[in-house]
């Protein structure tokens, strides 16, 4: 791995809070009240199960910066956010909303795509002189662009899904007799074995015509010779996560098989090379999706091309027909077309990229040339 994405290097949380204090200026709120706890781990680096963060626009000093938490986690706060106040209480949001309310704030923002009508009630009951302003994604558009630090995670993250897949081949896991079950669990401890701190979702493994499901639950079904296996999984790093699949084929392809890869592989290659900085996002997906198109296959390309992958596995931005705006420098995203044919088999090829001025950056190696698994 290159220095630039050296994985030890601490994330510089002041800054990143620095540039959520200038949208909060272009936004006219005088403080946010954070309380997404994927957005308080980007801000703060705290990972607890209960917290509220409120950040002033005008705090550069950041002497009003304010977490608050609960009594589980005093050790743990002041280990992980030693240069920010403090607070411990349950009902942690209601707590920041009180001390905005005492510091007599203003218009303060809140995460309206986060906080529920009952809290929004609870706050504006408290009688205080605040002026709760909905703000929605304010933090969403920081995390799209990835530091250096994010990128060395998500490299960390698709070297162990990578490596997991490389031992499972070697082992002769992928093979008939089988169960998707079988296959999914041994890939998700391999990925584990190899530096992963969790997977990032429920690995699919779908065989036979269950491959034309684009996303199939692992069952009992038992892989066979001459089946399509689709294999869409992803490890978790320090909370940065990696998105993967691949598709084999059990024996000799068909005919029909071989079509239908190579024309997802040419797809999926067509979308890597439109990732450019300033385009649109859904010219991305356009220019995949037009190969298949072109081919007759069009109606059985049932989703997006992608979506941002970060702290969460489907994050900002979506690519697809209708995505909106456009891609840039350090936006990490995955590329996935794919193929389906309803009781026959389906073909998706994903990997995790990062848009640059130079091309993307590709975090996934795994070839993608058709692999046939004896």
Aim: glycine residues 10%.
């Amino acid at each position: 791995m290159s220095a630039d994405h050296d994985p030890v290097r601490r994330p510089d949380y002041a800054l990143r809070r620095a540039s959520l204090r200038n949208l909060l200026v272009e936004n006219r709120v005088d403080a946010l009240l954070v309380t997404d706890l994927i957005n308080i781990r980007y801000l703060t680096g705290f990972t607890g199960s209960n917290a509220a963060l409120l950040v002033y626009a005008w705090d550069i000093s950041e002497d009003r910066t304010v977490i608050c938490t609960d009594g589980r986690y005093i050790t743990q706060v002041g280990e992980q956010i030693p240069d920010l106040r403090a607070e411990i209480n349950r009902a942690s949001a209601r707590r920041v909303v009180e001390i905005a309310g005492e510091w007599q704030t203003g218009r303060v923002g809140f995460e309206s795509h986060i906080l529920t009508v009952e809290q929004h009630q609870a706050f504006t009951a408290l009688g205080t002189v605040l002026d709760l302003v909905p703000v929605a994604g304010l933090v969403e558009q920081l995390r799209m662009v990835k530091d250096d630090y994010e990128v060395g995670r998500l490299a960390a993250a698709c070297d162990a899904a990578d490596a997991a897949l490389a031992t499972l081949l070697e082992r002769g896991g992928l093979r008939p007799g089988r169960t998707e079950r079988q296959v999914a669990r041994e890939l998700e401890w391999l990925m584990f074995e190899h530096g992963a701190d969790a997977v990032s979702f429920e690995t699919i493994v779908a065989t036979g015509a269950n491959s034309a499901v684009p996303h199939h639950r692992p069952t009992g079904a038992v892989l066979a010779t001459g089946d399509f296996v689709k294999l869409d999984f992803g490890a978790t790093v320090d909370g940065y996560h990696s998105d993967m699949t691949r598709t084999f084929v059990l024996g000799q392809p068909a005919d029909w098989q071989r079509e239908i890869y190579d024309l997802v592989n040419a797809s999926q290659a067509a979308g890597r090379e439109a990732l450019t900085v300033g385009v649109a996002t859904n010219a991305v997906d356009a220019a995949s999706r037009s190969v298949i198109e072109a081919a007759g296959y069009g109606e059985y390309f049932v989703h997006g091309l992608g979506h941002g992958v970060g702290l969460q596995i489907h994050e900002a931005p979506g690519i697809a027909k209708t995505g909106t705006g456009t891609l840039l420098d350090g936006v990490a995203v995955t590329v996935e077309p794919g193929v389906y044919l309803p009781g026959r088999g389906g073909v998706r090829i994903e990997d995790t990229l990062v848009v640059r001025k130079g091309g993307p950056e590709l975090l996934t190696h795994t070839s993608k040339d058709l692999t046939v698994v004896d």
